[in-house]
């Protein structure tokens, strides 16, 4: 039989995961005011090409790049590993991403989100992330996808 420690330990696991969906979810939904809540105070995001940002004024600023370069986005968050020690954890999964641009290009983008965790007051936030993309596959929208082969 589980322990209660092990329930906990789920459950900050589930918590911590859902996490990472809300944030993908806003991104997605272009509903950014809300996305500094998702976070420390004292936050760093390492995001590559798409620019560093530190704190809530730094995720806000994020937040403004994402509504002015990023006409549409999808991200699929998969094999996530999560490992909580105490009111800290640290969490890596997979990503892959349809963006499509304010200026018509996209492409499909595949990566990790490689995460730190802190639980503040009870609830689980980023407060340190990183965005790897690993594989790139670019859509220009005068000729459409590459090899690209409808399903029905």
């Known amino acids: 039989m589980a322990s209660d420690d092990s329930y ?4 900050d696991r589930l918590a911590i995961q859902d996490l990472r969906y809300r944030y993908c ?9 809300v996305l500094p809540e998702l976070f420390t105070e004292d936050v760093s995001l390492d995001y590559g090409g798409m620019g560093t940002y530190e704190g809530h004024e730094g995720v806000a600023a994020f937040a403004d790049f994402v509504e002015s370069e990023l006409e549409r986005t999808t991200h699929l968050v998969t094999n996530s590993l ?11 999964h997979y990503v892959i991403s349809s963006i499509t641009y304010a200026d018509g290009t996209g492409g499909w983008r595949i990566g990790q989100y490689v995460d730190e965790y802190r639980c503040v007051d009870g ?30």
């Open 123 to 152: 609830e689980w936030l980023i407060s340190d992330g990183r965005m790897r993309f690993t594989h790139s596959m670019d859509y220009d929208p005068e000729s459409g996808w590459p090899d690209f082969t409808p399903h029905r």
């Open 8 to 11: 906990a330990r789920l459950a």
């Open 25 to 33: 979810y806003l991104i997605d939904d272009v509903d950014l005011d």
């Open 82 to 92: 999560i490992d909580v020690d105490g009111d800290r954890a640290t969490g890596r």
